[in-house]
């Protein structure tokens, strides 16, 4: 038998979409302390580049930057092609650029009698362009990315693509319609793109990890000016049976694990990562 580890992915490139957010730059260090090399994707590209080097000066090995925009499909190939000049061939896609914004969240979670004169706060007070501005994010940001990185792992017939999913994806949460729908649409595109690549030795998996504090949702988890844990991410802690949000490294050994060959006959899964939020029934 083989040594079980994560030695496979030395040297493999990985672009990481969104590499620059706390997930992903928790994600591109995990992967750099095994041995691989980072590729950033951010649309803030001092950023991107800012990740790479602090990735690169701690774990020693080389790490990429670029600015990309996951909705751009021409930046994207234009990168793509940058991308193939400085680094090489690209092994791995983690698809991780995504988020939520206030103009696609209600303020209310659901409505009753006493909502009735103020219908604004809930359903009826989201921007058509705000809704559509998150899914896009969200869904079109890890198809865009996916018709440009696989192409040469399909030609060469060899590649894992890891899409990142949620956990309102099966149990849609209050006030954020347009990500769960979007999340939704990734778990089902995770399953539909494993089928479609699994006789062309491309896997394609997915996580869906619970409760972390981002730049996306603190805004409603916990009060800016107190620093405080607002009465939503009170309610999230209560159903998250392990009692805490989770920390970004948390995320990294169901991640190298689903990289490697050690989950070479897994695909079209998603892994959630969520501290048991979704194994709770809420009594």
């Known amino acids: 038998m083989e040594d079980q580890s994560f030695s496979d992915l030395k040297n493999k490139v990985c672009v990481i979409t969104g590499g620059a957010g706390v997930l992903g730059t928790s994600m ?7 041995g691989a090399i980072p590729v950033i994707l951010d649309i803030n590209e001092d950023a991107a580049k800012k990740t790479a080097a602090e990735i690169s000066s701690e774990f020693g090995g080389a ?15 234009a990168v793509h092609i940058q991308i193939l000049a400085d680094v090489g061939e690209v092994d791995i896609l983690i698809n991780g650029a995504g988020g939520n914004s206030p103009q696609a969240t209600t303020k209310l979670e659901e409505l009753t009698e006493n909502d009735l004169g103020n219908l604004e706060d809930g359903f009826f007070g989201l921007e058509a362009e705000g809704f559509q501005k998150v899914f896009n ?17 399909v030609a060469r017939q060899k590649g894992v693509v890891m899409n990142v999913s949620s956990m309102t994806a099966y149990n849609p949460l209050t006030k954020v319609p347009a990500y769960s729908a979007a999340k939704a649409s990734i778990n089902n595109f995770t399953e539909w793109l494993s089928v479609h690549f699994a006789k062309v030795g491309v896997r394609v998996n997915a996580i869906a990890p619970g409760f972390f504090l981002t730049n996306q949702n603190r805004f409603l988890l916990t009060d800016e000016k107190t620093g405080e844990l607002t009465a939503r991410g009170e ?6 049976p392990m009692g805490i949000f989770g920390e970004p490294e948390d995320l990294n050994g169901t991640v190298l694990y689903l990289l490697s060959d050690l989950s070479r006959f897994v695909t079209g899964i998603c892994i959630p990562i969520d501290g048991g939020y979704s194994a709770y029934g809420g009594v």
């Open 28 to 34: 591109a260090g995990g992967l750099a302390s095994v």
């Open 137 to 153: 994010l969200n869904f079109q940001g890890t198809l865009l990315p996916t018709l440009v990185f696989t192409k040469g792992m």
């Open 235 to 240: 309610k999230i802690i209560a159903n998250t």
């Open 63 to 77: 790490c990429y930057g670029y600015k990309a925009n996951v909705l751009d499909k021409s930046g994207l190939e």
